[in-house]
């Protein structure tokens, strides 16, 4: 036996742990929320993943493409099993929610209501709902020479949107961004009075797709879709280096925020 056997590799572990918290969330016999609940850990323990092992996996890649660990796998083939198992976790996770959970919840009285669903009234409701909390507090961003691509923050939710015609300075600009802070809620309520049930919710996501070309004054939105980033946030702080540790740490948290992407998910809707 060679002594590379001897030793489990940890990142395709973590994903395998993360494999058992998904399962979770697909066993029937627990309560449709705490299946719902598990499932959001799942998603949670992947960024935290990609936050911190394949940022470290990158890392050792752009050192020394052939140094192996005590598993006896390179940075490269451990990145290549990473995605693949990755892969399918994420295609799982989706079809999990939209053909298993979002039916049950619905089936108990609790709806995700889509674009096309929405009623007349709730539209109205949505477009003010919109024009009061969202539209003040979003700045969009018109991508031209003059304003090149911006640098994002970790794992927030963007739209880029593709634009035609002139802006009101008569620039034309063919796309532009809106950012969502996470300081947003993800899910807004709805009231009672307009869908006849007190658990009816929309997206936040379907909100700014509805009303994006708002943030465009002039201009025709033509496509519109949703994208996150996901950067390192490992700290590289040399201990035996640094005058003043807490210093050096604090520096190394501020830069964390537009430190290197290490993943990036674009919506196919």
Not at 76 to 98: A, C, F, M, P
């Amino acid at each position: 036996m060679e002594h590379s056997d001897l030793f489990l590799n940890r990142d395709l572990s973590i994903l395998q742990f993360n494999r058992r918290v998904f399962e979770m969330a697909a066993d029937t016999t627990l309560p449709l929320l705490e299946r719902l609940k598990f499932l959001c850990i799942s998603s949670t323990n992947m960024d935290e993943f990609f936050e911190v092992r394949v940022a470290v996996q990158k890392h050792r890649l752009s050192l020394n493409s052939l140094a192996t660990a005590a598993d006896g796998m390179t940075a490269g083939e451990i990145l290549t099993q990473v995605r693949s198992r990755v892969e399918v976790l994420v295609k799982d996770q989706y079809q999990l929610l939209n053909e298993s959970l979002l039916p049950a919840m619905q089936e108990e009285g609790i709806r995700i209501l889509r674009r096309a669903d929405w009623s007349e009234e709730q539209a109205l409701w949505i477009r003010r709902f919109f024009r009061r909390e969202l539209l003040p507090v979003l700045t969009p961003i018109g991508l031209d020479p003059a304003h090149p691509f911006p640098r994002l923050l970790s794992k927030i939710l963007n739209f880029i949107v593709s634009l035609e015609g002139k802006d009101a300075f008569g620039r034309e600009s063919h796309y532009g961004i809106v950012q969502a802070p996470r300081s947003l809620s993800r899910v807004i309520r709805l009231p009672q009075q307009i869908t006849g049930s007190e658990h009816c919710f929309v997206l936040l996501s379907s909100i700014i797709h509805a009303h994006v070309g708002d943030f465009f004054p002039g201009m025709e939105a033509r496509a519109c879709h949703q994208f996150r980033i996901t950067r390192n946030s490992t700290l590289l702080v040399d201990e035996e280096e640094v005058v003043d540790l807490k210093q050096a740490v604090a520096g190394e948290l501020l830069e964390r925020r537009f430190s290197k992407a290490v993943r990036l998910e674009v919506s196919n809707r």
